[in-house]
């Protein structure tokens, strides 16, 4: 292990014999590698998944999945079209007729297999979640398994509990959901879409990501093991055409998505005239608000987590970051020391907290975005970390001197970008917050309960954290207002959006 002073300059050795070069404020440790070596187990092509059996696309096509970190070919992936997609959806019909028959506490015996299955797994699906996304491991092993098995295991224990979702009424499975997620959370969202639609009796076809698909088709594996029935669980891969027709299919009763306010639009216009129950979980630009009396050290560390987390590509994220005025230099400068800090690179490596961006497009995209936040005249702060050669990465950046016109106070990055923006008054705190088209989340810190009721009413955010921020739970409801979407997911209100009252 090696010393180096803040800005990376200066390493210092350690010789025998003689004592520890005194750390001055700001130094930084330079870790040896660490990198997580269990086998992904992966196999070099992946198949659809229909009617509980890998099959060739009809499309006879394949894409290539590319691992962000340092940009080979991780596997390849099969290309639906519209007949896989009504194969798929024929599978779930099938399926239909068995799951929904099925005895809630038969179906919940299935679903604690697929949560108890994924534990087994849990570090093989670790790696191949960080391989095919860029997320650091330290997330996936310690976050998305973990949280996804938990949502298998909280819903198997509603399975059998349903006439507690809507006391005083009956409830009902749907029937065929088609169901698209997006890249940023694979596994997880995966988790979030299939685990009340499972517990309520409902068939599945669902599409991953076009480049985060991997973990799906392994997820498949599992369904397998779990015995489920055929067709209770079908996965179609592809791109956006490929959720198109999955969402506007006749035989899906409801549609989930989850992904950009630009594409929810678009789905929602084809989708209007349709009697589809619909929820939609799209984009956020979520104000993190900081009081003059709050922790600031542990401010600072859940303002790190509110952008740094998953490299900022979460819906929910903290981009926005509101101080009070008195204490907003200091807030700034104590950001500043922690961001230098932070790992950047090899997402695979046990001590990195940056990893990869998802995407060569998504890279392209952050960095328009960051190049208009200069070009508006907001101040930006980058550390001077070292990036690996290869794989798409960007640097924490941090802007200040933000005001509320500049596009990077406006637009969702889905990147490791923070804009700081500063309030004094309470009313201009919430003003601030929820003067935008989105309403996804928020974050507040203060002493004062007072203020943090206050503050929770006053927020159009479908979750306020208080004091804390991105903590999850499955038995906690999660959705936006506005822009942000509607439809809620987890807790008893997620899994009345997945059946019927009758
Ligand atoms: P992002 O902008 O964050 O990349 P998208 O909203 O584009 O996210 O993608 C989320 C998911 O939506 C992906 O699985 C993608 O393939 C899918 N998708 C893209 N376009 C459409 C569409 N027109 N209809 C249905 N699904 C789509």
Redesign the pocket.
């Known amino acids: 292990m090696s010393i180096l002073t803040s800005e990376n300059k200066r390493p210092t050795k350690r010789s025998a014999g003689r004592p520890l070069p005194e750390l001055i404020f700001g130094d930084l440790w330079e870790f040896d590698p660490a990198p997580e070596t269990a086998d992904p187990k992966l196999k070099p092509r992946y198949d659809l998944f229909i009617g509980g059996r890998f099959v060739a696309p009809v499309s006879g096509k394949y894409f290539d999945s590319i691992n962000p970190a340092n940009e080979t070919k991780l596997a390849e992936i099969a290309q639906a079209n519209a007949a896989d997609v009504d194969a798929a959806y024929a599978a779930a019909q099938k399926g239909f007729a068995v799951w929904s028959k099925l005895p809630g506490k038969e179906r919940a015996k299935y679903i604690y297999r697929l949560a108890r299955l994924l534990q087994d797994r849990a570090r093989e699906f670790a790696v191949a979640e960080t391989m095919d996304g860029g997320k650091p491991i330290k997330e996936s092993r310690d976050f998305d398994v973990p949280m996804a098995a938990a949502h298998f295991f909280y819903h198997a224990g509603w399975a059998d509990k349903l006439e507690y979702v809507a006391p005083g009424r009956k409830v009902a499975p749907l029937g065929v959901v088609g169901q698209?997620?997006?890249?940023?959370f694979p596994l997880l969202m995966m988790a979030w879409k299939l685990a009340p639609a499972l517990a309520m009796g409902n068939t599945i076809v669902i599409?991953?990501?076009?480049t985060t698909s991997v973990t799906a088709l392994k997820f498949a594996e599992i369904v397998q093991d779990a015995g489920f029935p055929a067709g209770v669980v079908n996965i179609v891969t592809?791109?956006?055409?490929?959720?198109?027709a999955?969402?506007n299919h006749p035989a899906a009763v409801k549609v989930a998505?989850?992904?950009?306010t630009?594409?929810?639009k678009?789905?929602m216009r084809s989708l209007a005239g349709t009697d589809k129950k619909m929820t939609m979980e799209l984009g956020g630009k979520a104000a993190n608000i900081v009081f003059d009396d709050a922790p600031l050290d542990q401010a600072v560390e859940g303002i790190v987590n509110g952008i740094f987390f998953n490299q900022g590509h979460v819906c929910c994220a903290g981009s926005r970051l509101l101080v009070h005025e008195p204490v907003a230099a200091a807030v700034l400068a104590k950001l500043k020391t922690r961001i230098r800090t932070l790992r950047v690179g090899d997402p695979l490596d046990k001590n990195t907290d940056i990893g990869a961006i998802n995407s060569r497009e998504?890279l392209t995209r952050i960095e328009k975005l960051v190049a208009s936040g200069v070009k508006e005249g907001a101040d930006m702060f980058q550390p001077a970390c070292k990036l690996p050669t290869k794989g798409y990465y960007f640097r924490p950046t941090v802007f200040s001197g933000v005001s509320m016109s500049h596009r990077i106070a406006r637009e969702e990055i889905?990147g490791p970008v923070l804009s700081v923006l500063t309030f004094r008054t309470l009313d201009e705190a919430v003003e601030k917050a929820n003067n935008t088209a989105y309403g996804l989340s928020a974050g507040v810190w203060t002493d004062k309960g007072s203020r943090i009721l206050k503050m929770s009413t006053e927020l159009k955010a479908g979750v306020v954290w208080a004091n804390t921020y991105n903590k999850f739970d499955p038995t906690s409801p999660f959705g936006g207002y506005k822009e942000s979407g509607f439809g809620r997911e987890g807790g008893r209100q997620g899994l009345l959006d997945y059946c019927k009252l009758v």
């Open positions: 698209v997620i997006p890249w940023n599409k991953p990501a076009e592809g791109f956006g055409d490929t959720g198109a999955v969402l998505f989850t992904g950009s630009e594409v929810g678009i789905i998504q889905f």
